[in-house]
């Protein structure tokens, strides 16, 4: 199973343990992380930002941080090029996050699924929503989600260390632990 997907509820570490995976791989990185950004007017945006160019473009703006517009063309741009830049150059891509910003962005989503049908492995995040774009994600068989706890996040980065020193060499335990890397 390459591509592997962590999930749960907001502030529990998922970004923190893709930080941490991307600084301790051994090769190049690509792919796209979001970022939130507030305005001095009190606006807040979301950016999609490439890893390995560092280009950045806005994919959501709201002026009170509760009703959101969603700008596609981000996604569908340097979201894109992340993407392709990724699979041609990087031996790991990151994605983080999938959500429901990008449900217009049909280029993107098109990106995203190219790259979990590749050869290069997928670390990302997705948002718990249900969306037809995140559970097409989700319903992949060649797609891993697990679920981060503040409970379970520490044997989660245990789990991760060895996801990169032994990429390729996994099995799925049934019952309670399903879904966890052994």
Same mark, same amino acid.
């Given at each position: 199973?390459?591509?592997?997907?962590? =999930?749960?509820?907001?502030?529990?570490? +998922?970004? =923190?343990?893709?930080?941490?995976?991307?600084?301790?791989? +051994? /090769?190049?990185?690509?792919?796209?992380?979001? %970022?939130?950004? &507030?305005?001095?007017?009190?606006?807040?945006?979301?950016d $999609?930002?490439?890893?390995? =160019?560092?280009?950045?473009?806005? $994919?959501?703006?709201?002026?009170? /941080?509760?009703?959101?517009? !969603?700008?596609?063309?981000?996604f569908?741009?340097?979201? #894109?090029?992340?993407?392709?830049?990724a699979?041609?150059n990087?031996?790991?891509?990151?994605?983080?996050?999938?959500?429901?910003?990008?449900?217009?962005?049909?280029?993107?989503?098109?990106?995203?699924?190219?790259?979990?049908?590749?050869?290069?492995?997928?670390?990302? #995040?997705? +948002?718990?929503?249900?969306?037809?774009?995140?559970?097409? @994600? +989700? %319903?992949?068989?060649? @797609?891993?989600?697990?679920? @981060? =706890?503040? !409970?379970n996040?520490?044997?989660?980065?245990?789990?991760?260390?060895?996801?990169? %020193?032994?990429?390729?060499?996994?099995?799925?335990?049934? /019952?309670?632990?399903?879904? &966890?890397?052994?």
């Amino acid at each position: 199973m390459k591509n592997l997907f962590l =999930t749960g509820k907001r502030h529990v570490g +998922k970004t =923190t343990l893709i930080r941490e995976v991307i600084s301790s791989w +051994k /090769g190049p990185v690509g792919g796209f992380m979001v %970022e939130r950004r &507030r305005y001095p007017d009190g606006a807040f945006a979301f950016d $999609i930002v490439d890893i390995m =160019t560092f280009e950045r473009a806005p $994919i959501a703006s709201s002026y009170d /941080g509760n009703c959101w517009l !969603a700008q596609p063309g981000g996604f569908d741009s340097v979201g #894109v090029r992340s993407i392709v830049g990724a699979l041609a150059n990087a031996t790991l891509i990151v994605m983080d996050e999938l959500g429901f910003f990008e449900l217009e962005a049909k280029r993107f989503q098109e990106a995203v699924f190219d790259a979990l049908s590749g050869k290069v492995p997928v670390l990302g #995040v997705l +948002k718990a929503d249900l969306n037809p774009f995140i559970s097409a @994600v +989700k %319903e992949r068989p060649d @797609v891993l989600l697990i679920e @981060v =706890t503040r !409970a379970n996040r520490e044997e989660i980065r245990r789990d991760l260390r060895r996801w990169v %020193e032994l990429w390729g060499v996994w099995s799925v335990r049934m /019952g309670s632990e399903k879904g &966890r890397m052994v």
